[in-house]
C-alpha cells in the first residue's frame, strides 16, 4: 500500500515540524501553499499560529472554500492549537467563526499568554501510553456537541477531540519527539481512503 498523502497548511506555523511528525508516523509530508495541492492529498492538518491571521490569509488565498469541500468529501483534516479555533463552528465572544466544520465552542488563548505555556503527559482515548504535550497560549474545548467524541481533557477541561474525519487538539504534539498523534491521525486517514473507495 503506497504511502497516504497528508498536506500541511503553510500559511503559518509549524509546518515543518508537522511534515516531520507526519513522515515519522508512516505518511508522506507536503507544505501546502495553493489550493490546487488539496486534490492531491488524502487529509489535511491545519497547524498553530494565530487564529484571526490563518483565518484572513486562508480567505486571502481562496481555502475557505477549498477546504470545506475537502471536508465534504469526507477527507480527514486535523486542527492543533490554533488550526482548532479555525475549525470550530462557534468561538466563545466572537459572532463569527473560520471554516465551522465542527461541533464544538472554543475559547481562545483559554490558558493565558505565551508565559503561562507548559508540558504535560496527556492520556488520550484509543492511544495506550500518555502523550506528550505542549500548550502555548492554548485555547480550549468549552463544549461540545452531538457526534463530538472527547479523547482527552486536562484539570476537566477538553483538550482533544474528534468528530468522524474531524480531529483537533489544543496543544502542539508537533513540537516534541512523541509522534503518535500524528500516527492516530495517519490511520484515520487510511480508514477513510479505504471507506472512500
Not at 91 to 107: K, P, Y
Amino acid at each position: 500500500m503506497s504511502r497516504v498523502k497528508i498536506g500541511v497548511l503553510a500559511l503559518q506555523g509549524a509546518v515543518a515540524e508537522h511534515i516531520r511528525s507526519t513522515e515519522l508516523a508512516g505518511a508522506e509530508g507536503i507544505a501546502v501553499k495553493r489550493v490546487e495541492q488539496l486534490h492531491e492529498l488524502d487529509g489535511l492538518i491545519i497547524p498553530g499560529g494565530e487564529s484571526t491571521t490563518i483565518g484572513k490569509l486562508m480567505r486571502k488565498y481562496g481555502f475557505m472554500e477549498a477546504i470545506r469541500q475537502f471536508s465534504e468529501e469526507g477527507k480527514p483534516i486535523f486542527g492543533t492549537c490554533a488550526g482548532l479555533i479555525v475549525m470550530a463552528k462557534q468561538i466563545s465572544g466572537q459572532d463569527d467563526a473560520h471554516l465551522c466544520l465542527m461541533n464544538i465552542t472554543v475559547s481562545r488563548n483559554a490558558f493565558g499568554r505565551q508565559r503561562e505555556s507548559f508540558e504535560t503527559d496527556l492520556e488520550v482515548v484509543g492511544i495506550d501510553e500518555p502523550v506528550r504535550a505542549v500548550f502555548i497560549r492554548a485555547p480550549l474545548i468549552e463544549s461540545v456537541g452531538e457526534g463530538v467524541e472527547v479523547l482527552s481533557t486536562y484539570h476537566d477541561e477538553i483538550v482533544t477531540a474528534r468528530e468522524g474525519h474531524l480531529l483537533v487538539s489544543s496543544f502542539h504534539p508537533e513540537l516534541t519527539d512523541d509522534y503518535r498523534l500524528h500516527q492516530y491521525f495517519v490511520k484515520m486517514v487510511e480508514s477513510s481512503l479505504k471507506s472512500l473507495r
